[in-house]
């Protein structure tokens, strides 16, 4: 098993470029989510999935977009990137709600927005 | 407004000999506690976790005490071993699917 995937592992953007990163498990786990990790800020939720189809804000949602068409799989796109945007990203996902449910990290996405 | 505080940013410890993570936390509806190890350029992997039925849960080396009304929990690593030099995360949540991380404290375990 792969685990949790990330692509791309970096990336350098110019402000008001628009990516989209994509998550992949193969845990079949309900549950997906996207962090990012700020110096001194550890991880803040963006957005998460509770399954196939579902998708909910987090801490800091604005000026991102996720998608979950295939439970295997959690897209985060940002659509003009700014360089408050400049973050280690992670995905992680779980089999079901939190207790007795750990989450699962992939490797990160370095994103540099100039 | 940070729930969940890391305030030792890092912290050294002599090879064989106890470290201590603290972590604090204001929201009283808290009820689930993690802690995540992180070592550079990977995912936090999960670590440890305590439920606020209990005060104490051990697990090999690691142990992690809950104490709810100083709203305080503590990791114990017993002995260190320079493999657990990494990034530690305190986190928490309460009746939510979300976890809520606190800054995280870089452990350096030297010979």
């Known amino acids: 098993n792969a685990g949790v995937t990330q692509t791309p592992k970096f990336r350098v953007l110019k402000t008001g470029q628009s990516m989209t990163l994509l998550c992949a498990q193969d845990m079949n786990h309900e549950y997906m989510y996207w962090y990012r990790q700020d110096p001194g800020m550890g991880l803040r939720l963006i957005h998460y999935?509770?399954?196939?189809?579902?998708?909910a804000k987090g801490e800091v949602p604005d000026g991102y977009n996720v998608s979950r068409l295939k439970k295997q799989n959690f897209l985060l796109g940002l659509e003009s990137a700014a360089p408050s945007q400049t973050s280690v990203y992670f995905c992680?996902?779980?089999?079901?709600?939190?207790?007795?449910?750990?989450?699962?990290f992939g490797p990160g996405t370095r994103l540099t927005v100039l | 407004d940070q729930q969940v505080k890391q305030n030792s940013p890092s912290l050294s410890v002599q090879e064989g000999r106890i470290s201590i993570l603290n972590c604090d936390y204001t929201?009283?509806?808290?009820?689930?506690f993690l802690w995540y190890k992180k070592y550079p350029a990977e995912g936090p992997t999960f670590l440890i976790s305590?439920?606020?039925?209990?005060d104490k849960n051990e697990d090999g080396r690691f142990t992690v005490f809950l104490n709810k009304s100083a709203k305080h929990l503590s990791l114990h690593i017993v002995p260190s071993q320079p493999g657990d030099s990494a990034v530690y995360f305190c986190a928490a949540s309460g009746h939510t699917d979300k976890l809520i991380f606190g800054t995280g404290t870089r452990l350096q375990v030297f010979p």
């Open positions: 929201n009283s509806m808290f009820d689930y």
């Open positions: 992680a996902s779980s089999y079901g709600q939190l207790l007795d449910n750990e989450q699962f």
């Open positions: 999935s509770v399954g196939e189809g579902t998708t």
């Open positions: 305590i439920s606020s039925i209990k």
